[in-house]
């Protein structure tokens, strides 16, 4: 499913499903667990995006690229897309590609680069919310252990949750090495889920996750983000309810 078509599943009463997640979590307490992804999910991850490309033009003296920024990657993660927003003619973005995937590649997935990454609208407010329910909160990731470091210290600029701490109900569930299949592990991670506890929700930004979770916590409401995906054409589950962020209020009208 493309992106756009994504973003026009999300239903006018979406804030209301998100408010009826956190009254169930309230209603179980400890026993309650809920699920986030991170990329895309809880963070907005172009301004990490950007920098990495910003980086590359200051290393290959490419002034286009020198001066990205976030709004330059609005349509995905297609570097191509973002180098052409960047004024970038297209036969010298073929001609660079293959570089600046592969200076991309090396920090893209580190902590020093991670912790560049900024809270999608509202995503501070709920997981503090969700907590104070006595909820687990789940931060289930794709990323790999030796971003743990840069991943909590981002959390906690960011304002949400974090672990480690005194809180044993925080959990970040990350793979082992960046080697590992991010769909293999997460339904893997799913069996982790369900011992401890009664899974409420779940919240995924890739359609393949959210299906995934839809079908192993059919009792679950499962969150889809309707931010960016890996641009995989996977159609979602019925019963799976897309949101363009986790703002309770529409503040839109304030100055």
Not at 51 to 77: F, M, N, Q
Not at 161 to 171: I, L, Y
Not at 240 to 254: G, K, N, Q, W, Y
Request: glycine share 6%.
């Amino acid at each position: 499913m493309a992106f756009e078509d994504l973003k026009q599943r999300v239903r006018p009463d979406w804030r209301d499903t998100l408010r009826s997640i956190l009254e169930k979590a309230r209603s179980l307490g400890p026993q309650a667990v809920l699920a986030f992804d991170l990329d895309s999910t809880l963070f907005d991850n172009r301004p990490r995006q950007a920098r990495i490309l910003r980086e590359y033009g200051d290393a290959r003296s490419l002034s286009l690229l020198s001066v990205c920024e976030p709004r330059h990657w609005d349509t995905g993660w297609d570097m191509r897309a973002a180098m052409r927003a960047c004024g970038m003619e297209d036969a010298e973005v073929e001609r660079r590609y293959a570089d600046a995937r592969a200076f991309w590649q090396e920090r893209f997935f580190t902590s020093a680069y991670c912790v560049s990454d900024e809270a999608i609208e509202g995503a501070a407010a709920f997981t503090q919310a969700v907590a104070t329910t006595g909820a687990q909160v789940v931060y289930l990731t794709g990323r790999h252990e030796a971003m743990r470091e840069g991943t909590i210290a981002c959390l906690a600029r960011c304002g949400m949750v974090t672990p480690p701490g005194s809180d044993a109900r925080v959990h970040l569930v990350m793979k082992p090495t960046l080697a590992e299949n991010d769909d293999a592990f997460k339904r893997e991670a799913h069996l982790r889920l369900g011992r401890m506890g009664t899974v409420v929700a779940a919240f995924d930004n890739e359609p393949t996750h959210a299906n995934d979770y839809r079908h192993r916590f059919p009792e679950a409401t499962v969150i889809h983000l309707a931010t960016d995906h890996s641009g995989r054409a996977v159609e979602l589950k019925d019963g799976i309810v897309s949101v363009p962020h986790f703002a309770l209020e529409d503040v839109t009208h304030r100055a």
